[in-house]
C-alpha cells in the first residue's frame, strides 16, 4: 500500500469517528440537559422549602444534619443535591423519631398483627387505642418512605444528567481532535508521494 493510500483510508476514517462522536456528544448532551430540567421542573412543581436557619424544625435536627442542612436553608428546592440532603438530612431525622427508629415494613407488620387481633376481640379498648396509634405511625412512614423515594430518585437522575454532560464534552473533544487529525491528514495527501509505507 502506498502513502496516498494510507492517508486516504486514515484520514476518511478519522472523519467518520469525529461524524460518530460529535453525534453521541450530541445526544449525551441532549439526554443530560433532558435530565437536569426535569428533575428542576419536577422540584420545582413541588414547591419545597428547607427551612431557615433560625426556625424551630432546623435547630431541632442533630448538629451533624444541620451542618448538611445549611448550605441551602430557606432555599426553595430545585436541584437534585438538594432532594438529596432533604431527604436524608430532614424526612429520615424525623422518620426516626415517628416510631422509634422503626422502618415502615416494621411497623406495618405490628398494625397488621393488631388489627387482626382486634378483629377477634373489637371490644378491646387498649387494642384499639393501638391499632389507632400504629395506622398514624403506618401512614406517616409510608408517606415519608415515599418522598425520600421519590427525592431519591430526583438525586439519582440529576447525577445521571450530571455523568452524561461530562461524557458530552468528552465526547465533543475527542470528536473535535479526530475532525483536526482528519483534516491534516487530507491535507498531507495533497502532498504525499506515491512512496511505500515501511
Given at each position: 500500500m502506498n502513502r496516498k493510500s494510507f492517508d486516504k483510508i486514515a484520514s476518511t476514517i478519522g472523519l467518520l469517528l469525529a461524524a460518530v462522536l460529535i453525534s453521541a456528544g450530541v445526544l449525551l448532551q441532549w439526554g443530560g440537559n433532558f435530565a437536569l430540567g426535569e428533575v428542576k421542573k419536577q422540584l420545582v412543581e413541588q414547591k419545597v422549602s428547607f427551612p431557615a436557619a433560625d426556625s424551630g424544625g432546623f435547630k431541632a435536627l442533630p448538629a451533624a444534619d444541620q451542618k448538611a442542612m445549611a448550605k441551602y436553608a430557606g432555599?426553595?428546592?430545585?436541584?437534585?443535591?438538594?432532594?438529596?440532603?432533604?431527604?436524608?438530612?430532614?424526612?429520615?431525622?424525623?422518620?426516626?423519631?415517628?416510631?422509634?427508629?422503626?422502618?415502615?415494613?416494621?411497623?406495618?407488620?405490628?398494625?397488621?398483627?393488631?388489627?387482626?387481633?382486634?378483629?377477634?376481640?373489637?371490644?378491646?379498648?387498649?387494642?384499639?387505642?393501638?391499632?389507632?396509634?400504629?395506622?398514624?405511625?403506618?401512614?406517616?412512614?409510608?408517606?415519608?418512605?415515599?418522598?425520600?423515594?421519590?427525592?431519591?430518585?430526583?438525586?439519582?437522575?440529576?447525577?445521571?444528567?450530571?455523568?452524561?454532560?461530562?461524557?458530552?464534552?468528552?465526547?465533543?473533544?475527542?470528536?473535535?481532535?479526530?475532525?483536526?487529525?482528519?483534516?491534516?491528514?487530507?491535507?498531507h495527501l495533497r502532498r504525499a508521494e506515491t512512496d511505500s509505507v515501511i
Open positions: 432555599q426553595v428546592m430545585t436541584t437534585g443535591d438538594q432532594a438529596n440532603v432533604f431527604a436524608n438530612h430532614y424526612i429520615k431525622v424525623h422518620m426516626q423519631g415517628v416510631a422509634g427508629g422503626k422502618v415502615y415494613e416494621e411497623v406495618s407488620g405490628e398494625f397488621l398483627a393488631a388489627n387482626a387481633q382486634l378483629k377477634a376481640t373489637p371490644t378491646d379498648a387498649a387494642l384499639a387505642a393501638k391499632v389507632g396509634a400504629l395506622g398514624g405511625q403506618r401512614t406517616t412512614l409510608f408517606m415519608g418512605s415515599t418522598l425520600r423515594g421519590l427525592l431519591g430518585f430526583s438525586y439519582a437522575f440529576s447525577v445521571l444528567g450530571n455523568i452524561a454532560m461530562i461524557a458530552s464534552y468528552v465526547t465533543f473533544a475527542g470528536g473535535v481532535l479526530f475532525l483536526i487529525l482528519a483534516l491534516m491528514g487530507f491535507a
